[in-house]
């Protein structure tokens, strides 16, 4: 790896942040917790129940896919992405294979591949997923389009469950399916924000299925044909927590808790974006949950987790 393209990366970085935080004197750790603490994600809550070690590990996976996710929707020239991505890419081969990595996150991805066996196969495929929102703006079907979120969501989610500790092999069937479910529901909640940019995530067949073209989702038109579009891709998301839900080992459920938690504050938003139906075609305030709904979801995740007979007890968290 060139010295002057780590250079450029490490600016890039430290111009995103709102402080210093990327100063070479700075711990690795404390860097994934400041990208990961100033997002301001729904995931944040989700870590806070972790232990110190295997929270500061998770930090830096989230702070490395924000990383590489901010170069893709930002203004840059797609030649410059390109290069920043390469950029990335040498440093997972040196986190995970024995280099010297220079970004502040990829030591803290080095530190959490070395405690907990982060796999370098499944940081790589979150990259080559991000690789593909470059050049591909468009999708035929619904097998090209959960290709595309197993890459940015699933494969986080396989990141994860060594850091949360999980033992038995299933956990990896729930990893894949509750990334499927958080993608698209991020994909419905950004659909007017995605086609700004000239994205559409919604198949083609999809469209076509309802009597729609590419112009409706780019202008933002509402019709009953949309409103009926919204709902499928809700039902379709619905359906990946329900199997998220039917994969959860039970001898990793409270390992899972982080997870869990992540899934219920999402599912939360899943029906905010549903309320609002095809209204998230056109722009206006982002759908979101207050702090105080996270928090509740969040504490009823917990005790859904935790207390004995909880399924007698409580509904499900999503």
Known sequence: MSTTAVAQQQSRWRSRSP????????????AAAQVTASSRSNFYFAFLLMRKERRNAIYAVYAY????????????????????????????????????????????????HQRFG?????????LRGCQTDLHKRRYASWSELYDYCYHV?????????????????????YAVHLGQALQLTNILRDVAEDAARDRIYL?????????????????????TATLWLVRHLAARARREYALARATLPPSDRRALLPAEIMGSIY???????????????????????TSR??????????????????????????
């Open 19 to 30: 402080s210093p935080v990327a100063e070479h004197s700075m711990d690795s750790r404390q």
């Open 65 to 112: 896919c924000r990383l590489i996710d901010d170069i893709v929707d930002s203004d840059d020239p797609v030649e410059q992405k390109q290069a920043a991505l390469a950029v990335w890419e040498d440093e997972l081969r040196a986190a995970f294979q024995g280099g010297s990595p220079q970004h502040p996150v990829a030591l803290a991805l080095r530190e959490a």
């Open 118 to 126: 982060v796999r370098y196969e499944d940081a790589l495929l979150v």
């Open 153 to 173: 969501a699933s494969a986080v989610g396989l990141m994860c469950i060594a850091l949360f500790g999980c033992k038995h092999p299933g956990s990896r069937d």
């Open 203 to 223: 198949p083609q067949e999809a469209l076509t299925e309802f009597g729609l073209c590419e112009a409706d989702i780019l202008t933002g038109q509402r019709s």
């Open 267 to 289: 599912f939360g938003l899943l029906e905010e974006v549903e309320q609002r139906g095809d209204a998230v075609l056109t722009h206006g305030p982002r759908p979101k949950l």
């Open 293 to 318: 709904r996270k928090i509740e979801r969040a504490l009823h995740a917990t005790l859904h987790t935790l207390l004995p007979y909880s399924d007698k007890l409580l509904a499900p968290a999503y």
